[in-house]
C-alpha cells in the first residue's frame, strides 16, 4: 500500500444526496478516499461498506462542509480515523491546538 501524498484524497460516503445545482454530495458516514483505490484511508473496503464515491468532492472540502453546515442540509459524519490519516503532519496554524494524538 502506497502512502504517498499525492495533493488531497476525496470521500467516499453511505449516502448521497444532491445539491440546488445537482451536485453529487456525501452524506451519512463519509470517509476520505484516495481515486483510484477501493478502500478508505481508515482501511474501510468501499464496496463491503457500500460507500459511494465522490470524486469530485475533496476529504478537505467536506471537512469545511461540515464545520459550516446550514440548517436541513444532510448530515455527515466524519470518519475520525480518516481525519486522523489525512491529517498534515506540520503543525496547525495557531488556532484550535490540539494536542491528542495516538502514536
Ligand atoms: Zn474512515
Do not use: I, K, Y
Request: net charge positive.
Amino acid at each position: 500500500m502506497s502512502s504517498s501524498q499525492r495533493g488531497m484524497p476525496s470521500v467516499a460516503a453511505s449516502s448521497t444526496w444532491r445539491d440546488e445545482d445537482g451536485v453529487r454530495q456525501p452524506a451519512g458516514d463519509v470517509h476520505a478516499w484516495w481515486p483510484g483505490t477501493n478502500q478508505t484511508l481508515c482501511g474501510t473496503p468501499l464496496s463491503r461498506a457500500r460507500l459511494d464515491r465522490f470524486q469530485h468532492v475533496l476529504w478537505a472540502d467536506a471537512v469545511w462542509v461540515e464545520g459550516t453546515a446550514e440548517p436541513g442540509a444532510p448530515v455527515m459524519a466524519l470518519c475520525h480515523r480518516c481525519a486522523a490519516a489525512s491529517r498534515p503532519r506540520r503543525t496547525a496554524d495557531g488556532r484550535g491546538r490540539r494536542t491528542a494524538r495516538r502514536a
